[in-house]
């Protein structure tokens, strides 16, 4: 073999150990992940069927539900970052997000009910109720349908009904094809990507790159750290192509009772604005905190999210003052 012919045979050996290596990482980081995910939650068999949840904290309960490509382990993560402690934080994994089957009736009044049937079985009559995102459509449906279980109600980048302006994906050639892979579940891509093109993902989840890259190194790993918890996709895929269903019937939100907050960013990509905009005019004495900036991840704007929601939840007789025993939810 000539010396042009070992040159070829060793770019091809090394290439495949390369290809190897990358497969064995992959696999393993995602096994990583799909045990985490699995071992951190339990399920609660609810006359609304088999719900997966996590609790964290004592006090004062706060339901907190996961917007598209999460589950519990993202609502956990979505209540510390917004009333921190001093709160019982129950998580669900909604609807075909990991060990939650998806029902025949897979609507959001159906999942307004298995969020109350899983406040009985937890032995939480009424709670402060997080929606985040697609989260935000069964919060508000559960205000509705089932007013007595909410005492107050929060809704961050929600992804509710907006008639002439709908929430949707960004438009973006490169969002929409990462769009189609998520929802056949492709985790190798999910995987490869956050790797090699983190901007992709970071604009899909609905924020500027630019906004990402001018932030501070901790908002930096916060975001990494969110597109990382989307792994594995084919446990939440199930739950991504309910959540894909729009619906375009008007809730009654003007029938909202409980004291209500509701947070956006002009520059979300998904563009809930006009949603959250509607839902303030519609549910009666609805606060609304718009940003200029943020995206839907309202990028550097925790301290002042977190500002906001105290002083509402301080506002509704609801606020935990440091040492403060919690407060009994009448």
Do not use: C
Request: proline content about 7%; aromatic content about 6%; overall charge neutral.
């Amino acid at each position: 073999m000539g010396r042009r012919g070992s040159m070829g045979l060793f770019i091809l050996l090394a290439g495949i150990a390369a290809a190897g290596l990358v497969f064995w990482t992959y696999q393993a980081e995602l096994q990583g992940a799909r045990d985490a995910a699995l071992r951190g939650g339990l399920v609660a068999n609810t006359t609304s069927g088999p719900i997966e949840y996590a609790e964290s904290g004592a006090g004062t309960p706060v339901l907190s539900i996961h917007g598209a490509g999460g589950g519990y382990d993202q609502g956990l993560a979505n209540a510390a970052d917004l009333v921190g402690e001093g709160f019982r934080v129950i998580a669900p994994s909604r609807f075909g997000y990991l060990r939650t089957p998806v029902p025949a009736d897979a609507s959001q009044a159906a999942q307004a009910d298995a969020h109350a049937a899983l406040l009985d079985k937890l032995k939480a009559p009424k709670a402060i109720v997080v929606g985040v995102s697609a989260g935000a459509r069964s919060a508000l449906e559960l205000a509705i349908r089932h007013p007595e279980r909410v005492a107050a109600l929060i809704l961050i980048v929600p992804g509710t009904y907006a008639p002439t302006s709908p929430v949707a994906v960004e438009g973006s050639g490169a969002s929409k094809l990462v769009f189609l892979l998520v929802n056949s579940g492709a985790d190798f891509v999910w995987w490869a990507l956050e790797r090699i093109a983190p901007s992709v993902l970071i604009r899909f989840v609905g924020v500027p790159p630019e906004r990402v890259a001018a932030a501070s190194q901790g908002e930096q790993e916060r975001v990494a750290k969110i597109v990382r918890s989307i792994e594995p996709l084919s446990l939440r895929f199930p739950g991504i192509n309910v959540d894909s269903v729009g619906d375009m019937r008007p809730p009654h939100m003007e029938e909202v009772t409980a004291p209500t907050l509701i947070v956006s960013a002009r520059d979300d990509l998904f563009n809930t604005l006009p949603a959250a905009e509607l839902a303030a005019r519609t549910i009666p004495g609805a606060r609304l905190v718009v940003y200029d900036t943020g995206g839907h991840l309202l990028v550097g704007r925790g301290r002042d999210v977190r500002r906001a929601v105290s002083v509402f939840l301080a506002g509704a007789g609801l606020s935990l003052a440091p040492g403060a025993p919690a407060r009994q939810l009448p």
